[in-house]
């Protein structure tokens, strides 16, 4: 088994930063592609922010220049520090990993439970 699991969400005033936390565990041979996605009531699932198992990142033009994302291969962590934070980054925020569970399997995409986060004054 794999699981996937947020920690970070929370309320905050706009303006304000938080950091989100994205722990793999179980049964991992390697981790590829890390990253985030966020849905908002009543529309898609959309990409937030990706790590590949380099150094470069990819961000949704809404949020370029205000969130980071970064990773801990160490450790199987994925984060995403969240700043100048507007009410419309409003969403459930979901960690997503690509992995591999042994030498002979294919990879296969993974989902955690999702974490609130809510932008208001």
């Known amino acids: 088994q794999v699981q996937l699991v947020e920690s970070g969400g929370g309320w905050v005033q706009p303006g304000g930063s938080l950091r989100l936390s994205c722990a793999a565990s179980?049964?991992?041979?390697?981790?590829?592609?890390m990253g985030w996605y966020r849905q908002a009531p009543g529309k898609q699932r959309e990409l937030v922010a990706v790590?590949?198992?380099?150094?470069?990142?990819n961000y949704a033009d809404s949020v370029k220049g205000r969130f980071t994302i970064s990773r801990d291969n160490a450790n199987n962590m994925v984060y995403l520090q969240m700043n100048s934070l507007k009410p419309e980054d409003t969403a459930v925020y979901y960690c997503?990993?690509?992995?591999?569970?042994?030498?002979?399997?294919?990879?296969?995409?993974?989902w955690g439970q999702g974490t609130q986060v809510t932008v208001s004054s």
């Open positions: 997503n990993a690509d992995i591999t569970r042994s030498v002979i399997s294919a990879p296969r995409t993974y």
């Open positions: 179980g049964s991992i041979f390697r981790i590829n592609a």
């Open positions: 790590i590949p198992t380099g150094r470069s990142t």
